[in-house]
């Protein structure tokens, strides 16, 4: 099992450090991030695509990897 969690977590890890050159790139809101990882999927799976979006961004910001300000009514997101 504890492959299994490894190899889980490295990837969560992964997709996270994707999303973080998204926004290293000029990408800085949740929407937009995941109208750019997921494209298709966006309009068709959108609850599943925004929450995902939205965890990872979370997670970036609880590890201190990413700040957000909200600038009229959007949060925007970028790399410390």
């Known amino acids: 099992h504890k492959k299994l969690i490894t190899m889980r977590l490295d990837k969560i890890s992964e997709k996270a450090e994707r999303i973080m050159k998204l926004i290293e790139s000029g990408i800085s809101t949740a929407s937009n991030l995941a109208k750019s990882y997921y494209g298709y999927k966006y309009t068709t799976e959108f609850g599943l695509v925004i929450s995902e979006i939205v965890g990872h961004l979370d997670y ?5 990897k990413i700040d957000k300000k909200f600038e009229n009514g959007i949060w925007h997101y970028f790399v410390k």
């Open 60 to 64: 970036l910001e609880v590890t201190k």
